[in-house]
């Protein structure tokens, strides 16, 4: 049974053209994560969610946002989308805080391609 | 500098093979080391995780970490064809609840 689960799997926008990209985890996790991945590069942590408190990363850019409108939804928007922006992007939960060496899971991604 | 840097291979074993995934990291004050498995248009899944120093075996699978040199490993035995997937090496913890990962050695085991 699929626990993370994002949609839609494959992307397509227009340069510029505002998107969202959709996670929902059925874990009752309280920690919800956005990555991007390029190809052949390491994830890069975007941002996350500790219940409703939000971490930005320092490097994320300004056209990246999130929504986590209540514990098993979290949305990624991309209010303008550069050609840069194609990318892998996976979600990922954790019970609580990764020091504590707890299971990240990883939904399977949605991969965002630009026009 | 990357935080963790892993080797980029691709590296490609006969079936049976012993396989040695490495990747060093720069920041000696985080404690947990993790290794994913991602196979190709999946998202990585967790494979083992090790805190501190020392090894951690799990079937054919062993980790290890060598905290003097910043090294983290990962072995696989009698390696498999299924076990063809990029291996993500990855650290964690401290109090802002980050990880970084290292950029993945794509792994291709031949029958």
């Known amino acids: 049974d699929a626990m993370v689960i994002q949609n839609p799997r494959y992307q397509v926008t227009q340069f510029g053209k505002p998107v969202t990209l959709s996670c929902s985890q059925t874990l009752n996790h309280n920690v919800m994560y956005w990555y991007q991945q390029k190809s052949s590069q390491a994830p890069k942590l975007l941002f996350h969610?500790?219940?409703?408190?939000?971490?930005n990363e320092a490097d994320t850019p300004d056209n990246f946002q999130s929504r986590r409108p209540n514990t098993s939804f979290c949305f990624l928007d991309i209010r303008s989308p550069g050609l840069g922006d194609a990318a892998m992007y996976l979600c990922?939960?954790?019970?609580?805080?990764?020091?504590?060496?707890?299971?990240?899971?990883f939904g399977p991604g949605t991969r965002l391609t630009v026009l | 500098q990357k935080e963790v840097e892993q080797d980029p291979g691709p590296l490609s074993v006969p079936e049976g093979a012993i396989v040695s995934l490495n990747c060093t990291y720069s920041n000696s004050a985080f404690q947990y080391f993790m290794w994913y498995r991602q196979y190709s248009r999946k998202g990585p899944e967790l494979l083992m995780y090790?805190?501190?120093?020392g090894n951690k075996e799990d079937g054919r699978f062993t980790a290890q970490v060598d905290k003097s040199s910043k090294y983290i490993s990962l072995f696989i035995r009698d390696s498999q064809p299924s076990d063809s997937a990029t291996y993500l090496c990855?650290?964690?913890?401290?109090?802002?609840?980050?990880?970084?990962f290292g950029a993945g050695t794509r792994l291709t085991v031949k029958p």
């Open positions: 969610y500790y219940d409703k408190d939000f971490n």
């Open positions: 990855a650290r964690g913890g401290g109090n802002n609840n980050d990880m970084r």
């Open positions: 990922a939960t954790s019970r609580g805080r990764l020091s504590l060496a707890d299971t990240q899971y």
């Open positions: 090790t805190y501190s120093s």
